[in-house]
């Protein structure tokens, strides 16, 4: 049974940096690529950023030249370095592997930016 273990949230001040961690197991997560994806209250749930088996990375807008999303394939774990934190970055953040391929979501991790 896949399971994804997000962790590294909390609350940071504007301008701040986080870094997230989710840590798989129950699949053979080499050969898999992974996502970020985020949501607030009242809003679907967005996509972040992604890798793929072979770290090819990909962003959305709202995101790109501040956060990067990386990978661990010993620790079975990906990584989301969140710098030039925004108040409109505020969600819960979850990981998962990219549209279409979804497994068990996990309970994610709550990141708060404000001052």
């Known amino acids: 049974q896949v399971q994804l273990v997000e962790s590294g949230g909390g609350l940071v001040q504007p301008g701040g940096s986080l870094r997230l961690s989710c840590a798989a197991s129950g699949m053979i997560f080499r050969n898999n690529a992974m996502a970020w994806y985020r949501q607030t209250p009242g809003k679907q749930r967005e996509w972040v950023a992604s890798?793929?088996?072979?770290?090819?990375?990909d962003y959305a807008d709202s995101v790109k030249d501040r956060f990067t999303i990386s990978r661990d394939n010993v620790k079975n774990t990906i990584f989301l370095q969140m710098n030039s934190l925004k108040p409109d970055d505020t969600a819960v953040y979850y990981c998962n592997r990219p549209p279409g391929f979804f497994v068990s979501w996990g309970q994610g991790t709550q990141v708060t930016v404000s001052s």
């Open positions: 890798v793929t088996s072979v770290s090819t990375t």
